[in-house]
Protein backbone atom coordinates (compact mmCIF):
# COMPACT_ATOMS: atom_id res chain seq x y z
CA UNK A 1 0.00 0.00 0.00
CA UNK A 2 1.31 3.16 -0.45
CA UNK A 3 3.00 5.20 1.86
CA UNK A 4 0.24 8.48 2.93
CA UNK A 5 2.99 11.34 3.20
CA UNK A 6 1.09 13.76 5.28
CA UNK A 7 -0.95 11.57 7.41
CA UNK A 8 -2.69 13.71 10.27
CA UNK A 9 -3.77 10.62 12.15
CA UNK A 10 -3.39 11.27 16.11
CA UNK A 11 -3.01 15.10 15.59
CA UNK A 12 -5.16 18.17 16.72
CA UNK A 13 -5.94 21.51 14.91
CA UNK A 14 -7.21 24.13 16.03
CA UNK A 15 -8.86 26.66 13.01
CA UNK A 16 -10.53 30.01 13.99
CA UNK A 17 -12.90 31.37 12.18
CA UNK A 18 -13.73 27.78 10.87
CA UNK A 19 -17.42 27.65 10.57
CA UNK A 20 -17.58 28.94 6.99
CA UNK A 21 -15.24 30.27 4.25
CA UNK A 22 -11.75 29.32 4.17
CA UNK A 23 -11.49 28.29 7.46
CA UNK A 24 -14.40 25.85 7.08
CA UNK A 25 -12.50 24.77 3.95
CA UNK A 26 -9.33 24.01 6.12
CA UNK A 27 -11.06 22.28 8.81
CA UNK A 28 -12.51 20.13 6.40
CA UNK A 29 -9.21 19.52 4.83
CA UNK A 30 -7.05 18.21 8.03
CA UNK A 31 -9.80 16.14 8.95
CA UNK A 32 -9.74 14.61 5.37
CA UNK A 33 -6.57 13.73 6.11
CA UNK A 34 -6.93 12.42 9.56
CA UNK A 35 -7.14 15.20 11.93
CA UNK A 36 -9.20 15.80 14.99
CA UNK A 37 -10.28 19.49 14.52
CA UNK A 38 -11.71 22.49 16.76
CA UNK A 39 -13.81 25.15 15.23
CA UNK A 40 -13.78 28.41 16.52
CA UNK A 41 -16.63 30.96 15.47
CA UNK A 42 -18.63 33.52 16.88
CA UNK A 43 -22.37 32.01 16.41
CA UNK A 44 -23.01 28.69 17.95
CA UNK A 45 -25.49 27.67 15.21
CA UNK A 46 -22.79 27.88 12.40
CA UNK A 47 -20.26 25.99 14.51
CA UNK A 48 -22.68 23.58 14.88
CA UNK A 49 -23.52 23.20 11.45
CA UNK A 50 -19.56 23.80 10.55
CA UNK A 51 -19.05 20.64 12.94
CA UNK A 52 -21.57 18.03 11.45
CA UNK A 53 -20.27 19.31 7.88
CA UNK A 54 -16.44 18.13 9.12
CA UNK A 55 -17.36 15.12 10.94
CA UNK A 56 -17.90 13.60 7.63
CA UNK A 57 -14.47 13.42 7.47
CA UNK A 58 -13.79 11.23 10.28
CA UNK A 59 -12.49 12.30 13.58
CA UNK A 60 -13.19 14.24 16.42
CA UNK A 61 -14.52 18.03 16.30
CA UNK A 62 -14.79 20.38 18.92
CA UNK A 63 -16.71 23.89 19.00
CA UNK A 64 -16.11 26.51 21.08
CA UNK A 65 -18.27 30.46 20.69
CA UNK A 66 -15.17 32.66 19.94
CA UNK A 67 -14.72 36.30 19.61
CA UNK A 68 -11.11 36.31 18.76
CA UNK A 69 -11.01 40.06 19.65
CA UNK A 70 -11.65 39.08 23.15
CA UNK A 71 -8.85 38.27 25.16
CA UNK A 72 -10.66 36.24 27.35
CA UNK A 73 -12.41 34.31 24.90
CA UNK A 74 -9.71 32.82 23.45
CA UNK A 75 -8.05 32.08 26.28
CA UNK A 76 -11.10 30.05 27.22
CA UNK A 77 -11.42 28.67 23.73
CA UNK A 78 -7.95 27.24 23.82
CA UNK A 79 -8.38 25.47 27.14
CA UNK A 80 -11.65 24.12 26.29
CA UNK A 81 -10.21 22.54 23.03
CA UNK A 82 -7.44 20.97 25.36
CA UNK A 83 -9.68 19.60 27.50
CA UNK A 84 -12.05 18.16 25.16
CA UNK A 85 -9.32 16.55 22.71
CA UNK A 86 -6.39 16.87 24.82
CA UNK A 87 -4.41 18.77 22.72
CA UNK A 88 -3.17 21.00 19.98
CA UNK A 89 -0.79 20.27 17.67
CA UNK A 90 -1.86 23.24 14.98
CA UNK A 91 -2.89 26.37 15.11
CA UNK A 92 -4.41 28.27 12.06
CA UNK A 93 -5.41 31.62 13.06
CA UNK A 94 -7.89 31.92 10.39
CA UNK A 95 -10.02 34.64 11.93
CA UNK A 96 -10.59 38.35 10.13
CA UNK A 97 -12.79 40.40 8.42
CA UNK A 98 -12.35 43.39 5.77
CA UNK A 99 -13.80 46.28 4.75
CA UNK A 100 -13.06 49.48 2.14
CA UNK A 101 -12.51 52.87 2.98
CA UNK A 102 -10.28 55.47 1.19
CA UNK A 103 -8.12 56.55 4.32
CA UNK A 104 -9.82 59.81 4.53
CA UNK A 105 -13.05 58.32 5.40
CA UNK A 106 -12.04 55.97 7.52
CA UNK A 107 -13.36 56.15 11.14
CA UNK A 108 -11.32 55.48 13.84
CA UNK A 109 -13.35 52.49 14.86
CA UNK A 110 -13.73 50.96 11.19
CA UNK A 111 -9.47 50.96 11.85
CA UNK A 112 -9.44 49.62 15.50
CA UNK A 113 -12.20 47.04 14.81
CA UNK A 114 -10.50 45.23 11.99
CA UNK A 115 -7.02 45.39 14.22
CA UNK A 116 -8.74 43.98 16.74
CA UNK A 117 -9.95 40.75 15.00
CA UNK A 118 -7.46 40.40 12.19
CA UNK A 119 -3.91 41.75 14.30
CA UNK A 120 -4.77 41.45 17.90
CA UNK A 121 -7.18 37.97 17.81
CA UNK A 122 -4.28 36.41 15.72
CA UNK A 123 -1.89 37.85 18.85
CA UNK A 124 -4.37 36.09 21.65
CA UNK A 125 -4.40 32.60 18.98
CA UNK A 126 -0.77 32.71 18.74
CA UNK A 127 0.36 33.15 22.36
CA UNK A 128 -2.23 30.66 23.46
CA UNK A 129 -0.55 28.19 21.16
CA UNK A 130 2.98 29.30 22.12
CA UNK A 131 1.66 28.65 25.60
CA UNK A 132 0.57 25.14 24.96
CA UNK A 133 3.38 24.19 22.92
CA UNK A 134 5.93 25.43 25.07
CA UNK A 135 4.37 23.26 27.80
CA UNK A 136 4.58 20.61 26.33
CA UNK A 137 7.93 20.71 25.01
CA UNK A 138 8.95 21.27 28.78
CA UNK A 139 7.33 17.97 29.02
CA UNK A 140 9.53 16.21 26.41
CA UNK A 141 6.42 16.64 23.66
CA UNK A 142 8.18 19.23 21.51
CA UNK A 143 6.91 20.45 18.06
CA UNK A 144 3.56 22.12 16.62
CA UNK A 145 2.61 24.16 13.91
CA UNK A 146 1.00 27.71 13.74
CA UNK A 147 -0.30 28.82 10.21
CA UNK A 148 -1.37 32.50 9.76
CA UNK A 149 -3.48 33.57 6.93
CA UNK A 150 -2.36 36.52 5.57
CA UNK A 151 -3.09 38.33 2.31
CA UNK A 152 -1.59 39.64 -1.08
CA UNK A 153 -1.62 43.49 0.34
CA UNK A 154 1.60 42.62 2.42
CA UNK A 155 3.21 42.85 -0.78
CA UNK A 156 1.18 45.20 -3.17
CA UNK A 157 -0.75 48.11 -2.00
CA UNK A 158 -4.72 47.91 -2.49
CA UNK A 159 -6.82 51.35 -2.29
CA UNK A 160 -9.04 51.58 0.31
CA UNK A 161 -7.67 48.65 2.14
CA UNK A 162 -5.16 50.58 4.90
CA UNK A 163 -6.56 48.86 7.65
CA UNK A 164 -6.59 45.24 6.37
CA UNK A 165 -3.09 45.72 4.71
CA UNK A 166 -1.61 47.02 8.13
CA UNK A 167 -3.11 44.43 10.01
CA UNK A 168 -2.02 41.59 7.52
CA UNK A 169 1.49 42.91 7.54
CA UNK A 170 1.74 42.68 10.85
CA UNK A 171 0.53 39.34 10.55
CA UNK A 172 3.51 38.49 8.47
CA UNK A 173 5.77 40.29 10.48
CA UNK A 174 4.62 38.35 13.63
CA UNK A 175 4.81 35.18 12.15
CA UNK A 176 8.66 35.58 11.30
CA UNK A 177 9.64 36.64 14.82
CA UNK A 178 7.56 33.68 16.44
CA UNK A 179 9.39 31.60 13.56
CA UNK A 180 12.73 32.38 15.59
CA UNK A 181 11.48 32.64 19.00
CA UNK A 182 9.37 29.10 18.97
CA UNK A 183 11.63 27.30 16.91
CA UNK A 184 13.71 26.16 20.02
CA UNK A 185 11.13 23.84 20.84
CA UNK A 186 10.26 22.36 17.79
CA UNK A 187 7.06 25.14 16.67
CA UNK A 188 7.09 25.98 12.85
CA UNK A 189 5.39 28.93 12.16
CA UNK A 190 4.30 30.01 8.22
CA UNK A 191 2.12 32.64 6.63
CA UNK A 192 -0.20 31.79 4.28
CA UNK A 193 -1.30 35.08 1.67
CA UNK A 194 -3.84 33.69 -0.86
CA UNK A 195 -5.16 35.38 -3.68
CA UNK A 196 -8.81 36.63 -4.29
CA UNK A 197 -11.05 33.60 -3.25
CA UNK A 198 -14.63 34.19 -3.01
CA UNK A 199 -16.25 33.44 0.09
CA UNK A 200 -19.88 33.47 1.87
CA UNK A 201 -18.12 37.03 3.30
CA UNK A 202 -17.92 38.33 -0.16
CA UNK A 203 -20.98 37.16 -1.74
CA UNK A 204 -23.43 40.54 -1.36
CA UNK A 205 -20.56 42.22 -2.82
CA UNK A 206 -20.30 43.16 -6.34
CA UNK A 207 -16.99 41.22 -6.71
CA UNK A 208 -17.03 40.58 -10.38
CA UNK A 209 -14.88 43.37 -11.74
CA UNK A 210 -12.42 41.59 -8.68
CA UNK A 211 -12.89 38.35 -10.87
CA UNK A 212 -12.66 39.86 -13.85
CA UNK A 213 -9.12 41.62 -12.90
CA UNK A 214 -8.03 38.86 -11.42
CA UNK A 215 -8.72 36.49 -14.66
CA UNK A 216 -6.71 39.01 -17.03
CA UNK A 217 -3.92 39.03 -14.31
CA UNK A 218 -3.70 35.42 -13.62
CA UNK A 219 -0.82 33.46 -15.19
CA UNK A 220 -3.60 30.43 -14.80
CA UNK A 221 -6.64 32.38 -16.01
CA UNK A 222 -8.13 30.92 -13.04
CA UNK A 223 -9.95 32.07 -9.42
CA UNK A 224 -8.98 30.24 -6.32
CA UNK A 225 -11.56 28.28 -4.50
CA UNK A 226 -11.74 27.85 -0.55
CA UNK A 227 -10.49 23.68 -1.01
CA UNK A 228 -7.16 25.17 -3.22
CA UNK A 229 -6.00 25.66 1.35
CA UNK A 230 -6.74 22.55 1.90
CA UNK A 231 -3.15 20.88 0.53
CA UNK A 232 -0.93 23.49 1.87
CA UNK A 233 -2.46 23.50 5.44
CA UNK A 234 -2.27 19.66 5.65
CA UNK A 235 1.22 19.64 4.45
CA UNK A 236 2.12 22.49 6.98
CA UNK A 237 0.33 21.13 9.85
CA UNK A 238 2.52 17.19 8.79
CA UNK A 239 5.52 16.39 10.16
CA UNK A 240 6.68 16.03 6.50
CA UNK A 241 6.86 20.67 7.18
CA UNK A 242 9.27 19.66 10.17
CA UNK A 243 11.94 21.49 7.98
CA UNK A 244 9.37 24.47 6.79
CA UNK A 245 9.46 27.40 9.33
CA UNK A 246 9.10 31.27 8.93
CA UNK A 247 8.13 31.09 5.76
CA UNK A 248 5.75 33.42 3.81
CA UNK A 249 3.80 31.48 1.25
CA UNK A 250 1.49 32.90 -1.79
CA UNK A 251 -1.23 31.11 -3.58
CA UNK A 252 -2.16 32.92 -5.89
CA UNK A 253 -2.21 31.47 -9.17
CA UNK A 254 0.83 32.95 -10.33
CA UNK A 255 0.06 36.60 -9.85
CA UNK A 256 2.85 37.92 -7.39
CA UNK A 257 5.07 36.21 -10.01
CA UNK A 258 4.61 38.52 -12.65
CA UNK A 259 6.17 42.20 -12.81
CA UNK A 260 3.31 43.81 -14.85
Not at 95 to 121: C, D, F, K, R, Y
Not at 126 to 144: I, L, V
Not at 184 to 198: A, E, S
Request: charged letters at 15%; aromatic letters at 4%; hydrophobic letters at 45%.
Amino acid sequence: MPENLFDLTGKVALVTGANSGLGLAMAEGLARAGADVAIWGRRADRNAAAAEQVRRHGGRVATSVVDVANEQDVIDGFAAAVAELGRVDCVIANAGGAGVAPIEQMTSETWHGLLAVNLHGAFYTCREAARHMQARAAAGDPGGSIILNGSLSVFTGVPGLSHYATAKGGLNALSKTLAVELGVHGVRVNTICPGFIPTEISAGADVQPLIDATLARSPIKQIGRPEDLQGIVVYLASDRSRYHSGDTITLDGGMMAQCY
